[in-house]
């Protein structure tokens, strides 16, 4: 799968032929010479240029344009085939072509969709705090009933001894990605709670940039302790057990807002809310539940900001503390 799909760049060669079209329309035959690009003079063409930006058929391209979401690896193994059907939904539901990005961190998803680079975006709640005024709230994921989940503090199954998380000072720990609530915002907020540094607590950390890749490098021993997003280590358990009872859940953290899927500022309100919709309805027809049921969730909701005031505070603590 390709990494990004964007939209073809408009060609000086495709605006003169454009505007070409248009001025015929207008300008009488003997001035047609000025329709050459080479005899152009800036003002005219930048005039004709605008004309045909404002055209209906330029407008309906950009409607027609495909809706662009951003993803961050996903722990699916078959990835590609669930995006495919995935996409066909959302296509049947939208009326517009979809086109799925995918990147291999928060950062890099975040940075498109600031960019204006991406529609809509499934992130984390701790980038979407950071940024949210850049950004608009569209919906939540529902798992077990809750627009929430938790950060699991995961060791080695063979560790019979570690009880919390200062039994593991002095060892080995692996993070997700550092634009991660559970997999690192959390855990790093947990230490300062208990008066420790989370820059010197561990002998050494390093990050996997991928939840599933925790709980196989801490069930590998490659780490002594991890933290886990519940919702990837909860379905990993339902389709992966050998890898999950590898691991042992040493404590849980309190509820955070699930994972958002956002939109750009400059999405449409139409836009917005026919995504909305689509992805609200999933829980309400069959093809939607069979989708849903391979992601492990009950479905979608609106949301609301309250359910990222925990990692709003812990974000605070944090940028006060450094």
């Avoid at 005899?39 to 809706?67: G, K, Y």
């Avoid at 086109?99 to 600031?114: A, H, K, N």
């Avoid at 550092?178 to 990050?207: C, H």
């Avoid at 953290?253 to 699930?258: A, D």
Wanted: one cysteine or more; glycine letters at 6%.
């Amino acid at each position: 799968m390709p990494n990004a799909i964007l939209a073809p760049a408009l060609t000086t060669a495709g605006v003169s032929a454009s505007i070409a079209a248009i001025a015929q329309r207008f300008v009488p035959l003997r001035k047609a010479a000025i329709l050459k690009e080479e005899h152009l003079d800036r003002r005219t063409f930048l005039a004709l240029a605008a004309a045909v930006s404002a055209s209906p058929l330029c407008a309906e391209a950009q409607t027609n344009a495909a809706m662009r979401i951003g993803l961050s690896p996903v722990f699916l193994d078959d990835q590609l085939s669930f995006l495919n059907d995935w996409r066909d939904y959302l296509q049947g539901r939208i009326g517009r072509a979809v086109r799925f990005v995918q990147r291999g961190s928060y950062r890099e998803i975040m940075d498109l969709l600031l960019e204006q680079k991406l529609d809509f975006a499934w992130i984390c709640g701790y980038p979407y705090v950071r940024n949210r005024a850049r950004l608009r709230l569209l919906a939540v994921p529902v798992m077990e009933g809750r627009p929430q989940y938790q950060s699991y503090l995961i060791v080695p199954a063979t560790d019979k001894t570690t009880n919390s998380i200062l039994d593991l000072r002095g060892k080995v720990f692996a993070y997700s990605d550092p634009d991660s609530n559970s997999g690192f915002l959390y855990p790093r907020y947990a230490l300062m709670q208990l008066k420790e540094n989370p820059e010197r607590f561990f002998a050494r950390t390093f990050f996997t940039w991928a939840h599933r890749k925790i709980v196989e490098a801490v069930g590998s021993n490659l780490a002594q302790g991890g933290a886990v997003d519940s919702y990837v280590w909860e379905t990993l358990r339902l389709y992966h057990p050998e890898l999950t009872r590898r691991t042992r859940i040493v404590e849980k953290s309190p509820y955070f807002g699930h994972t958002p899927v956002v939109a750009r500022t400059g999405v449409s309100r139409a836009e917005f809310d026919t995504m909305q919709e689509a992805l609200l309805g999933m829980s309400q027809n069959v093809a939607g539940k069979a989708l849903l049921k391979r992601l492990n969730l009950d479905g979608f909701v609106a949301g609301d900001d309250a359910l990222f005031d925990g990692i709003a505070r812990m974000m605070r603590a944090l940028d006060a503390r450094t």
